[in-house]
């Protein structure tokens, strides 16, 4: 049994590595750690603060988790983050990932998500790209695993749009390097 997310929020971390100097806030069931100290938990909660690069993700993973490659949520919302490092895209098992509230402005970030494939709830609200017109179409095509998003949940007949969005564009694309 996995305990409660190791929380690391509202920390003024600005540095993943900074992260490791912290001590993860107490909440309301208690931790549960191994023999070396490390916490049995698959999740992780670094939201509110000031991280703008997640190059270094692994290591806060290794250093507080008893089972690092096995995170399933984490929480990252309301940061400075502006790209999707591929450092996530190592947590194979992630099922949960929270990015609303930070500063994601191109859409193709959620592309590199795309090897998630466990991956049934994504946050992105609040950020830059939330603007872009076709912004839920391109996630829930891009996710085919998507149950939730924003929040709220993904209908069949957003998936069946989204599909067929996805084929239009890429039909257009197609007629536009045809006709140059």
């Known amino acids: 049994m996995y305990g409660p997310p190791v929380d690391l929020s509202f920390k003024d971390i600005t540095t993943t590595r900074g992260a490791t100097l912290e001590v993860p806030r ?9 023999s ?20 270094g993700l692994e290591y806060i993973c ?7 490659s096995r995170v399933g949520w984490l929480d ?26 930070n500063g994601i402005w191109e859409l193709s970030e959620v ?3 795309r090897e998630l494939q466990y991956l049934h709830t994504i946050t992105l609200h609040g950020n830059t790209i939330e603007s872009h017109k076709h912004y839920r179409k391109h996630v829930i ?23 067929v969005f996805h084929q239009c564009s890429r039909r257009g694309k197609a007629t536009k390097k045809t006709s140059q």
């Open 26 to 34: 107490s909440g309301w069931r208690p931790s549960r750690t191994d």
């Open 36 to 55: 070396k100290g490390k916490y049995l938990s698959r999740s992780l909660r670094l939201s509110n603060n000031s991280i703008s690069d997640l190059a």
């Open 62 to 68: 290794d250093h507080f988790l008893a089972e690092p």
């Open 76 to 101: 990252l919302s309301f940061n400075q983050i502006t790209s999707i490092d591929p450092v996530v895209c190592e947590l194979r098992e992630l099922r949960v990932l929270y990015l609303h509230g």
């Open 111 to 113: 592309d590199k998500l």
């Open 141 to 163: 095509f891009t996710l085919p695993h998507l149950k939730t998003m924003d929040f709220s949940g993904v209908t069949h007949g957003e998936r069946v749009l989204a599909d």
